[in-house]
């Protein structure tokens, strides 16, 4: 979870959950926090991990695990996915997350 921080109408959150739900498997949202993420300051972080408290709450909810940690979006969500049996990301439109969406494609199994 990057570009849409929500429970509500996230599309990949959404298809995430039909891939669980069809595999029984276990659903684990999973949200980078990059520290030198392009125009990021200390009152977006601040903002940003207030709603994701509310995020937190929501899936803890659905019964939903949510893991956040900080790191290089590429080698974190590839660590985390060595270990899931599909990988769902959300869209991102802007360069460096296409980027990081193409690198994650030829990294990941």
């Known amino acids: 979870m990057q570009a849409s921080q929500r429970v509500e109408e996230n599309h990949a959150l959404e298809l995430a959950k039909e891939i669980a739900d069809d ?6 949202v999973l949200f980078v926090l990059f520290k030198e993420y392009p125009s990021a300051n200390s009152r977006s972080f601040t903002f940003m991990i207030e709603d994701l408290l509310e995020v937190f709450e929501s899936l803890e909810e659905a019964d939903i695990s949510f893991l956040a940690i900080e790191g290089e979006p590429v080698e974190s969500v590839t660590l985390v ?21 193409e690198a994650l494609a030829e990294k990941v199994d």
């Open 23 to 28: 595999l029984s498997l276990p659903l684990v």
């Open 81 to 101: 996915a060595s270990e899931a049996s599909v990988l769902v990301t959300d869209a991102g439109y802007l360069r460096h997350q296409t980027d990081w969406r």
